[in-house]
Nanobody, 115 residues
Framework: QVQLVESGGGLVQAGGSLRLSCAASRSIFSIAAMGWYRQAPGKQREVVAA???????NYADSVNGRFTISRDNAPNTVYLQMNSLKPEDTAVYYC?????????WGQGTQVTVYS
């Protein structure tokens, strides 16, 4: 079992930045692909960014060039640096881990961007 705990969400003005963190309860990065998803009210959950075991990354077109996903094995933490935030980035952001035999979700952290 793996617990994922997100933090770093909040209220920010358009153009501002936030950094989300996702702490895993144990060391999993050597066997897991990690990702950040978001879900806005009335919309489906969508992938925002992902980082594979080989540290290759992928981004949704809507955030490419503004968001950066990274991870630090020492504290078992995945980050999402979000710059140039827009009101349409407002959503609950979820951390996701894909292991060989299971997947896990965090509880989510709210990001609200106002203009």
């Amino acid at each position: 079992q793996v617990q994922l705990v997100e933090s770093g969400g909040g209220l920010v003005q358009a153009g501002g930045s936030l950094r989300l963190s996702c702490a895993a309860s144990r060391s999993i990065f050597s066997i897991a692909a990690m990702g950040w998803y978001r879900q806005a009210p009335g919309k489906q959950r969508e992938v925002v960014a992902a980082i594979a075991r080989d540290d290759s990354t992928n981004y949704a077109d809507s955030v490419n060039g503004r968001f950066t996903i990274s991870r630090d094995n020492a504290p078992n933490t995945v980050y999402l640096q979000m710059n140039s935030l827009k009101p349409e980035d407002t959503a609950v952001y979820y951390c996701h881990a894909v292991l060989p035999i299971a997947t896990y979700w965090g509880q989510g952290t709210q990001v609200t961007v106002y203009s």
